[in-house]
């Protein structure tokens, strides 16, 4: 079955960054487009950025443009989130996801934490 | 950006009840909306995509309709493990948005 696992959540500093991954496991994983989703505590859901199998079509949500890079290693079944000039509102839980569609999450890991404070 | 709202953001219901939300986008999205369920520390669930589509999994008790900008999740006869959250989600136009969501509890 569908398997992802994040990792690389942790404290750091507003101006600092942090590295997320994401193993993947049980389906072809070049075969799809990936994602982050973003939860603030006690807040709704947001779309972060999204990547094609090929690494050819990424897009970010304009809250982490300029900041965040999305990328993946299709030999290792892995999908990163570079994320740099972090700030408090990026403190959120981080999740990955196989997207049903582009831009459509379908197929989510339990979720990274991420805690920027000074 | 399309504004995705839902309504109502509470609603209470009896197990066995019929519970209905429902979800407005701002512009029209075609089909591509999106259902989502999610407890308390736990990640999201995909209920339906392409508006009516089930899931693989979902029970059948969940249904999804419409098309454009109005669209509504049914649960038909609702069981103790549907109570929490629900999120719909555009993925037509970027950047792609969820609504507030619409919180199920026990009447």
């Known amino acids: 079955q569908v398997q992802l696992v994040e990792s690389g959540g942790g404290l750091v500093k507003p101006g600092g960054s942090l590295r997320l991954s994401c193993a993947a496991s049980?389906?072809?994983?070049?075969?799809?487009?990936m994602s982050w989703t973003r939860q603030a505590a006690g807040k709704g859901l947001e779309w972060v950025s999204y990547?094609?199998?090929?690494?050819?079509?990424?897009n970010y949500a304009d809250s982490v443009k300029g900041r965040f890079t999305i990328s993946r290693d299709n030999a290792k079944n892995s999908l990163y989130l570079q994320m740099n000039s972090l700030r408090a509102e990026d403190t959120a839980v981080y999740y990955c996801?196989?997207?049903?569609?582009?831009?459509?999450?379908?197929?989510w890991g339990q979720g990274t934490l991420v805690t920027v404070s000074s | 950006e399309i504004v995705m709202t839902q309504s109502p953001a509470t609603l209470s219901v009896s197990p066995g009840e019929r519970a209905t939300l429902s979800c407005r986008a701002s512009?029209?999205?075609?089909?591509?909306l999106g259902w989502y369920q999610q407890k308390p520390g736990q990640a999201p669930r995909l209920l339906i995509y392409?508006?009516?589509t089930r899931a693989t999994g979902v029970p059948a008790r969940f249904s999804g309709s419409g098309s454009g900008t109005e669209f509504t999740l049914t649960i038909s006869s609702l069981q103790s493990e549907d109570f929490g959250l629900y999120y719909c989600?555009?993925?037509?136009?970027?950047?792609?948005?969820f609504g507030p969501g619409t919180k199920v509890d026990i009447k």
């Open positions: 996801a196989r997207d049903h569609s582009v831009g459509g999450p379908g197929d």
């Open positions: 049980g389906f072809t994983f070049r075969d799809y487009y």
């Open positions: 990547i094609s199998g090929t690494s050819s079509d990424t």
């Open positions: 512009q029209s999205v075609s089909n591509n």
């Open positions: 392409g508006a009516s």
């Open positions: 989600q555009q993925y037509s136009n970027w950047p792609f948005t």
